[in-house]
């Protein structure tokens, strides 16, 4: 059975870094792009951050560049991603998810096939 779990969350102040991990199990997915989403209440899911199977290449959201960084470890299963300088308006359940798509790095939700059950992340002003 697949499973995904985020860990890292919590309650910081706005300005403060944040880690997250995603550790999978269940299988491999070093063959698989993986992602971040996240979704504050009332919003949909978007797209926050991707990696490529290698972790060669990534691919980020315009509103996190240069402050988050996804990373991947393949010999341990686990996708992480460093979060600096947060805003408020960052507050979200954040997800880590696993892509069963030919696209390197897909951004959208439905190329990928596996979710962790996320992780609270509270930017206090």
Known sequence: QVQLVESGGGLVQAGDSLGLSCAASGRTFSNNAMAWFRQ??????EFVAAISRSGGSTDYADSVKGRFTISRDN???TVYLQMNS???EETAVYY???SGSTIPMPRRRRNYDY???GTQVTVSS
């Open 40 to 45: 504050a209440p009332g919003k949909e899911r």
């Open 75 to 77: 010999a341990k299963s």
């Open 86 to 88: 947060l805003k408020p």
């Open 96 to 98: 880590c998810a696993v």
């Open 115 to 117: 979710w962790g059950q």
